[in-house]
């Protein structure tokens, strides 16, 4: 045989081994692997133990008191080593030094950022974190060199140290460990402030379960919008109700600024003061007729109907955290979570949605009203085309909550509809705004 008839049997019997199997046995191969394989990390996970990692824990429960106290030591103890990385008094006041000393521009109170990390480099390890180049062109406000205040360097220090220090004190109150606050952990958290804040110290003992209710319930209206009972402490840190709080220890502030914080003293006893007046059976609670008189003492019965309806009450009766919730959303008819609450009380037919319907029930009162007063009442579609006028809805025939809160009248909408006083002062705002202008000349 020829070498080149040899040379074609070879490649003709390559070809013949390398040919590719059909689809049916291909199929057939994957299956036999695929089982093969399986068996073989059966055998092996069950050799190894091998499991899925736990990504869950529940929080030990009243039964196991070791566990608690462990999770609680283990936190306790991790809040105090991160305390113990915070610059304290002495240290602050060494930075401002540091700061005064090693501004380039000490005429206008002006560092650049060389200055910064000159500082940086020198000061405790604990500054290092604060003086970043994101942080100082954070605070340049348009300096043509490129400059920054060093007030502004330190002011900026000082308010990060002190975040920090309260989330510290506020996850200390934190008994489950997730990163809120329950309502009892606010409650023991204001308890144990109440001695440090001098403008306080005047509360009467009898009053201060009323008092850490009042300032709590303010907490969870403005904070807890899902009502689940619990406040994010990054939602505190956020908000300024615990610079209001905190604010008491000043006891140089004006009567005034006290009287608009919703945590002195003069401003709880007034609340307080208005609920105990309205009680006039002095059985603690208030029902419908004695809530009437809340306020100018025009609130329509078909609103007042719908708060017994929709709020938590006791034997058809009112309690106190209630009743801050009602003065809450009354008293902050701008702020989204009292639109909310107001909106939730209006919507009579629970559609999430208010209708020429809704709008007519409850504007009936407030023609009633007008025709006590000896007015003329105003008709209701003329009413009806100015509010959804002044709401524009996205629905020409229906209003919304997310209507209601990007409008930006949602407040002045809500007291047409529940109060007399609401829609006289609408009606008349341009003999209101007038008036003024007229006394002047």
Known sequence: MDLKTLLRNKVNKLKEKDALPSPETQDKFEEEYFEQYLIEFAIKSKEQKLEIPKFFKKLPSEKEPLRQQLREDSASHLLKSREQQLLDNNELKELWILLEENQSFPEEQLMSYSDLKKVASIASPKVQQYFTPVVFAKLQQGDPQGRVFTMSLFNYVMRKVWLEQTRIGLSLYDTG??????????????????????????????????????????????????????????????????????????????????????????????????????????????????????????????????????????????????????VLALENRSEPQAITFLFKIIDIKD???????????????????????????????????ELFDMVRPKDPEKITLDDLLTCGQGDTFISILIEFHGFWAYDNRESITVEPATQDH
């Open 177 to 326: 460990g997730q990163g809120f606050l329950t309502e009892l952990d606010l409650e023991n958290y204001i308890t144990e402030l109440l001695p440090t804040i001098p403008l306080l110290e005047g509360l009467e003992i009898s009053f201060h379960n009323f008092y850490v209710c009042t300032a709590v319930q303010k907490f969870l209206f403005f904070l807890d919008t899902l009502r689940a009972g619990r406040v994010k402490i990054l939602d505190i840190l956020a908000c300024s109700f615990l610079d209001d709080l905190l604010e008491l220890r000043d006891e140089t502030l004006s009567k005034e600024l006290l009287e608009q914080n919703w945590f002195s003293v003069s401003s709880a006893m007034r609340i307080y003061g208005h609920y105990l007046n309205l009680d006039r059976d002095h059985n603690g609670m208030l029902s419908k007729l004695e809530l009437a008189n809340y306020g100018s003492g025009t609130l329509t019965q078909p609103f007042l109907d719908r708060v017994f309806q929709t709020l938590l009450t006791y034997g058809g009766e009112m309690d106190y955290k209630t009743y801050l919730d009602l």
């Open 351 to 385: 559609q999430k949605f208010l209708d020429s319907f809704t709008l007519n029930y409850f504007f009936r009162a407030i023609q009633e009203q007008m025709k006590a007063h000896g007015a003329e009442p105003v008709p209701f579609l003329d009413v009806k085309d």
